[in-house]
């Protein structure tokens, strides 16, 4: 019986990558060079520092660019709060991985809904969907595709 699995993964490689080119950018812009602007990640966390507000939202869009070019969808990166003191601003950004449970539910909800003959069951922090017609497979990831659920969605695992 055919079936797939719909994942939320990040390469953890281009995102280093990524933070890696965007640290560049920052040490070679003229807005930016010569302030504390910093970028470091630490597992599945990026520290974004800078001295004052606004040059943090400058490093952002600098790191969503990045990640953009090395194909890594930016909805994957969750924005923390802003810390701020006289000298120093920081924000945390987490690296999203997997499906959490009540997008899980939403996504089975909506399968469940369009009345394609298949079934979804959610195993652990990916979804696998099973039917007996290939093209009933191909039309649920057309419809996940279209659907913003908050986290990247890609597929594999399909078999046939």
């Known amino acids: 019986m055919p079936s797939f699995d719909a994942v939320s993964e990040v390469d953890l490689h281009e995102v280093t990558n990524a933070v890696d080119q965007s640290m560049r950018e920052i040490s070679n812009r003229f807005d930016l060079k010569g302030t504390g602007a910093n970028i470091e990640q630490n597992g599945e966390e990026i520290i974004l520092k800078a001295d004052q507000e606004f040059q943090l939202d400058q490093i ?45 539910k939403k996504i089975v909800k909506h399968i469940k809904d369009s009345k394609i003959k298949v079934q979804a069951a959610i195993q652990g922090d990916k979804i696998r969907v099973t039917g007996k017609k290939r093209d009933d497979l191909q039309q649920v990831m057309s ?18």
Do not use: W, Y
């Open 60 to 104: 952002m869009d600098i790191l969503r660019g990045k990640m953009a070019k090395r194909g890594v969808d930016s909805d994957s990166l969750n924005d923390g709060e802003v810390e701020s003191n006289v000298s120093e601003a920081r924000k945390v950004v987490s690296i999203v991985q997997g499906i959490d449970q009540p997008t899980a």
């Open 143 to 160: 419809l996940l595709r279209e659907e913003k659920f908050g986290v990247p969605l890609q597929f594999d695992n399909f078999r046939d």
